[in-house]
């Protein structure tokens, strides 16, 4: 018994340490930077980052990041990323109450954005409308429009 627990810590400890060595070098890792330019100066610019639509619908982000909007420009990165396909949501929460705020009709009353920039009617964007792809080791830049909420 005591050499069959032996073999199996080692077998895992022999596959844990392939993995680590197999695993892709951190130059492979992709970095997405949001910016959003011209925001006004109250509250933050909350972003969700997406891999598939089912996480855009359903499941939530892979990640999120906030930043204050004091300049009128924010940058949010996503460093460590696999190559694929993202798709970036984001809104201007003005009142800092950290929601997304609407009005008695479902209008929103806070700037809300969408990477690709896509101007949906009446609708959020899709994630096929926002999707785009990021290669091994890129270090890609998406700007974002905000509309709504007094923004266009």
Request: charged share 20%; net charge negative; no cysteine.
């Amino acid at each position: 018994m005591k050499t069959l627990m032996s073999s199996l810590i080692l077998a895992t400890t022999t596959a844990l340490s392939a993995t680590a060595v197999t695993s892709p070098a951190l130059a492979q890792d992709a970095s997405i930077t949001i910016v959003v330019e011209n925001v006004r100066p109250e509250g933050t610019i909350d972003a969700a980052l997406f891999v598939s639509a089912e996480g855009w619908d359903e499941t939530g982000p892979v990640a999120s990041g906030r930043a204050d909007t004091a300049s009128g420009r924010v940058e949010i990165t996503f460093d460590g990323l696999e190559p694929g396909e993202y798709a970036i949501r984001l809104y201007h929460d003005e009142n800092a109450d950290g929601s997304f705020n609407m009005n008695f009709m479902g209008i929103p009353t806070e700037g809300y954005g969408f990477s690709n920039n896509p101007f949906p009617r009446f609708r959020g964007a899709r994630f096929d409308e926002a999707v785009f792809t990021v290669a091994a080791g890129e270090t890609r830049e998406e700007t974002v429009e905000l509309m709504g909420g007094g923004y266009w």
